[in-house]
């Protein structure tokens, strides 16, 4: 049911009895429209209450559902700068006053707000000492500073920002993969004809993370990429300031948004953590292990936020920034829950547990639960089946469009659990400079190029992934530290086991409980003591790292399969630390070189408490970004010094990229005509034997 109202008399406030009353009437409505193949446009708040929220205006065009991406010319953003308007201008920030106009950047930049409050992804930002770090890349719609009405200050007073630059090292990672090429801001002078305030800062000197955009001409690579702007449809306005009005007395906001794939799932998720941060922290289930938030692709999570988000999951692929508190994760293996739904069914559900336990400690701590767009068929059995187990206050459906049987189907879900049912536009399409399949790539390889953070924000670092430092952790020996290996899915013969690990993301998931294990008793009974070798005479206690598990012929402790598959490990005993690559075993000393962003005392702790690591290989995207790397830096550095005139005199060639992937066993080169190079990634080496 749509949780819509009008603004009560006398108090100015949106009751839940407005939002029960209206949305009755809204989702019959909306439900019959759908049906018909119409549009159907939600109620709207009276709009000083959506103003005193958000940004102030509600007179943007409608957006007809499934409409074609507009080839017009699009104003990106109303504020010119002139040194009327401009405060202060340095090398690193500029200092502005914003009257009714608002202000899109492209880049990474962080944002002060000195005077007035200004609205942003959701979020509404008074006057503080704080600075919010916001990621504004090419590949994803720009987010728009919009004024709004300050209530804590004076009615007319001015509002005025400070926009800075800062460094975190994303921007090198176009060094290692062309994914990142054009996607921050040129490396232009002062907009207009701003002039600095030293004199000994030359204009041509002033090279920003962050460029103001022009009303219509973008950054100087517009012609070069299309940029969008995060669009506000008014529903979207309305809703969000309904749920983020509500109070949170007895039972808490908790708000599940599914949708097709690309109408706005995660960035209604964005914006309306956002909103509810208002209640100082709020739970994110994240159950997209395509796009998740904060995670690799992969996991599906439960993170605890305190503190704003203004950047797509790439910019933040780990929940290690301050603010942002990993509750409790899971590897699934996979970027969709059709590899296994009862699995994913089943980690969604402790996660559950989870919030559950976290609202003990924090009970106003409100839930929003984003998930993925896989809405036909068993897609759609599992998200009605979560709306039926989740006790949820609220469902959010991004599209007005259909289609009927996936209506029918939630609406009937949510009616059973008593919960109210929303119907948005999808968010208005723009031009996608990134495919689904490009934007995982990025987010992963962003993952694993993860530094330590710096005084709490989240770092880069550009190194090729083949020149990292490893970590090495044993797998057998008396030092071992790897309890066993799990490939999920189809049985393997296990002699193409270590084939098929080297150069793979794995999963790097802890043992809580032996009841975890799919594996029969009698073949983990009479383990050996932690510290013992394997010949050692067997204790008492069973389950430690040494049980006599099967083993490859390279020594590679493994989960035998049942029924020719292997089951995952149950998500009530176990959990996920993180994910690494396998760039190499060394099968002589029975160790892998793992890369990781995982601190390197979080294994030592592991070790010590004698806990189960397992090394879980599922279904995840071949990881050629990371087979590319050194290639590609090598390419750069010849084109950069012909370009200088230092080089050979001589394009980079096809015999090149040869010499480079030799010793490389899962790339090759090869070409196809003169001129033409074509590098290949091989991958599941050995499976061509796997039994069925």
């Known amino acids: 049911?749509?949780?819509?109202?009008?603004?009560?008399?006398?108090?100015?406030?949106?009751?839940?009895?407005?939002?029960?009353?209206?949305?009755?009437?809204?989702?019959?409505?909306?439900?019959?429209?759908?049906?018909?193949?119409?549009?159907?446009?939600?109620p709207i708040l009276e709009p000083e209450v959506v103003a005193s929220r958000f940004q102030g205006k509600l007179n943007r065009p409608h957006v007809e559902e499934n409409a074609k991406a507009d080839t017009s010319v699009k104003q990106l953003s109303q504020f010119v700068p002139t040194n009327k308007?401009?405060?202060?201008?340095?090398?690193?920030?500029?200092?502005?006053?914003?009257?009714?106009?608002?202000?899109?950047?492209?880049?990474?930049?962080?944002?002060?707000?000195?005077?007035?409050?200004?609205?942003?992804?959701?979020?509404?930002?008074?006057?503080?000492?704080?600075?919010?770090?916001?990621?504004?890349?090419?590949?994803?719609?720009?987010?728009?500073?919009?004024?709004?009405?300050?209530?804590?200050?004076?009615p007319e007073q001015p509002i005025e920002i400070t926009i800075l630059s800062f460094q975190c090292g994303?921007?090198?990672?176009?060094?290692?993969?062309?994914?990142?090429?054009?996607?921050?801001?040129?490396?232009?002078?002062?907009?207009?004809?701003?002039?600095?305030?030293?004199?000994?800062?030359?204009?041509?000197?002033?090279?920003?993370?962050?460029?103001?955009?022009?009303p219509t001409e973008g950054d100087g690579h517009t012609n070069k990429r299309p940029l969008g702007l995060v669009e506000i449809p008014d529903d979207w306005q309305?809703?969000?300031?309904?749920?983020?009005?509500?109070?949170?007395?007895?039972?808490?906001?908790?708000?599940?948004?599914?949708?097709?794939?690309?109408?706005?799932?995660?960035?209604?998720a964005r914006m309306l953590v956002n909103g509810l941060l208002k209640f100082r922290s709020v739970a994110l289930?994240?159950?997209?292990?395509?796009?998740?938030?904060?995670?690799?692709?992969?996991?599906?999570?439960?993170?605890?936020?305190?503190?704003?988000?203004?950047?797509?999951?790439?910019?933040?692929?780990?929940?290690?920034?301050?603010?942002?508190?990993?509750?409790?994760?899971?590897?699934?293996?996979?970027?969709?829950?059709?590899?296994?739904?009862?699995?994913?069914?089943?980690?969604?559900?402790?996660?559950?547990?989870?919030?559950?336990?976290?609202?003990?400690?924090?009970?106003?701590?409100?839930?929003?639960?984003?998930?993925?767009?896989?809405?036909?068929?068993?897609?759609?059995?599992?998200?009605?089946?979560?709306?039926?187990?989740?006790?949820?206050?609220?469902?959010?459906?991004?599209?007005?469009?259909?289609?009927?049987?996936?209506v029918d189907s939630i609406s009937q879900a949510t009616e059973e659990g008593n919960t109210r049912l929303h119907f948005l536009t999808s968010q208005p399409v723009e031009a996608v400079p990134r495919s689904a399949a490009d934007l995982r790539a990025m987010q992963t390889l962003s993952y694993f190029h993860l530094d330590e953070p710096e005084l709490g924000h989240i770092r880069w670092n550009?190194?090729?992934?083949?020149?990292?430092?490893?970590?090495?952790?044993?797998?057998?020996?008396?030092?071992?530290s790897i309890y066993a290996v799990q490939l999920l899915g189809p049985e393997l013969d296990p002699e193409f086991l270590g084939q098929v690990l080297e150069g793979c993301i794995v999963g790097l998931v802890v043992v809580d409980d032996d009841a975890a294990l799919p594996i029969p008793f009698?073949?983990?009974?009479?383990?050996?003591a932690f510290d013992q070798p394997q010949d050692s005479t067997p204790s008492a206690s069973y389950h430690n790292l040494h049980s006599p598990l099967p083993r490859t012929p390279e020594q590679i402790p493994y989960i035998p399969s049942t029924a020719h598959l292997t089951p995952p490990l149950s998500p009530t005993h176990s959990h996920s630390i993180g994910q690494a690559y396998i760039r190499a075993i060394d099968t002589e000393s029975h160790i892998f070189h793992l890369i990781t962003p995982v601190p390197h005392a979080t294994f030592t702790s592991l070790h010590k408490e004698q806990k189960k690591l397992v090394l879980v290989r599922g279904s995840l995207d071949t990881p050629t970004w990371a087979y590319k790397e050194g290639l590609f830096k090598q390419m750069r550095h010849h084109h950069a010094l012909e370009k200088e005139g230092l080089g050979e005199g001589r394009e980079w060639a096809k015999e090149d990229t040869k010499r480079w992937a030799e010793g490389r066993p899962w790339v090759s080169a090869e070409g196809r005509r003169k001129g033409e190079r074509v590098k290949k990634v091989r991958k599941d080496l050995g499976r061509k034997k796997t039994k069925r």
């Open 238 to 268: 309305a809703l969000m300031a309904a749920l983020i009005s509500k109070k949170q007395v007895s039972l808490p906001t908790s708000a599940l948004i599914c949708g097709p794939k690309g109408s706005g799932k995660s960035t209604f």
């Open 1 to 42: 049911m749509a949780a819509m109202g009008k603004k009560r008399k006398g108090d100015g406030q949106v009751t839940e009895n407005d939002l029960d009353a209206t949305s009755m009437r809204y989702q019959a409505s909306a439900v019959h429209a759908i049906r018909e193949r119409k549009q159907v446009s939600a």
């Open 285 to 406: 289930l994240d159950i997209d292990p395509g796009q998740p938030e904060f995670s690799p692709p992969g996991e599906v999570s439960l993170v605890q936020v305190t503190s704003y988000n203004f950047g797509p999951s790439f910019c933040h692929p780990n929940a290690s920034e301050h603010g942002i508190k990993l509750i409790r994760s899971h590897h699934i293996g996979a970027t969709s829950p059709q590899e296994d739904t009862h699995n994913y069914q089943q980690c969604v559900m402790n996660l559950l547990e989870h919030y559950k336990q976290l609202l003990g400690l924090h009970p106003l701590c409100p839930l929003v639960v984003n998930t993925a767009g896989w809405i036909q068929g068993t897609g759609l059995e599992l998200v009605s089946d979560l709306i039926r187990q989740l006790n949820l206050t609220d469902v959010i459906y991004t599209s007005t469009s259909g289609p009927s049987e996936v």
């Open 170 to 214: 994303i921007r090198l990672l176009k060094h290692v993969s062309p994914m990142f090429g054009l996607v921050w801001n040129k490396a232009t002078d002062l907009p207009g004809d701003l002039e600095p305030d030293s004199s000994t800062i030359s204009s041509n000197s002033i090279k920003r993370t962050y460029s103001l955009l022009k």
């Open 522 to 528: 009698d073949m983990i009974d009479g383990d050996v």
């Open 462 to 480: 550009a190194t090729p992934i083949d020149d990292m430092n490893t970590l090495p952790v044993h797998y057998s020996g008396s030092n071992q």
């Open 85 to 154: 308007d401009t405060t202060s201008c340095s090398k690193d920030s500029i200092t502005i006053r914003l009257d009714d106009d608002t202000l899109t950047l492209i880049g990474q930049y962080e944002i002060w707000v000195r005077k007035g409050a200004i609205s942003i992804l959701g979020a509404v930002l008074y006057p503080s000492s704080a600075v919010h770090r916001v990621f504004a890349p090419s590949t994803h719609s720009l987010p728009v500073i919009r004024p709004v009405r300050n209530p804590f200050g004076p």
